[in-house]
């Protein structure tokens, strides 16, 4: 049995993980985004090119799945990154009412520089870190985070 002082120290740190986890998104994911496509691209956006350049190709379900929409507003949602040439929409070749997307230069490039500010920053935030710290850190939440999981699977109805 836990005690209330451990629940305690669990429910602290819970909140500084989340903490963590929102100051991390927001210097590592948000402001890199905002600098480099000066506002033009948001972060579903983002998470839309990040999918299709990781698979060289998506069709619109694909795309709806990824977003967690529906396929006409996942089409909407390409047509808006076609307009500004950030994806190609072109005609499958095994179905042709089917439409296939991919990157163009331009978000080629966009992404590239992403990943550079994104870099860039791991590089500042991180460097006061010994590699052990890093290793030891990343050993640890990969247990909390194994050991979550498999609690809630043991939730689930069978």
Known sequence: MVSAIEVALIRDFLGSAAGFAAAAGKVLECEPLRQVSRG??????????????????????????????????????IDKLVRRRLLRRADAESDRRASVVTLTDTSRRLLAALEEARTRRIEEIFLSFSTEDLRRTAGFLRRLANSITNHSAELQPR
């Open 40 to 77: 033009r691209v948001t972060r579903s956006q983002l998470r839309l090119l990040e999918h299709v350049a990781a698979a060289g190709g998506r069709t619109i379900g694909d795309a709806a799945a990824v977003l967690g929409v529906s396929n006409p507003a996942a089409s909407k949602a």
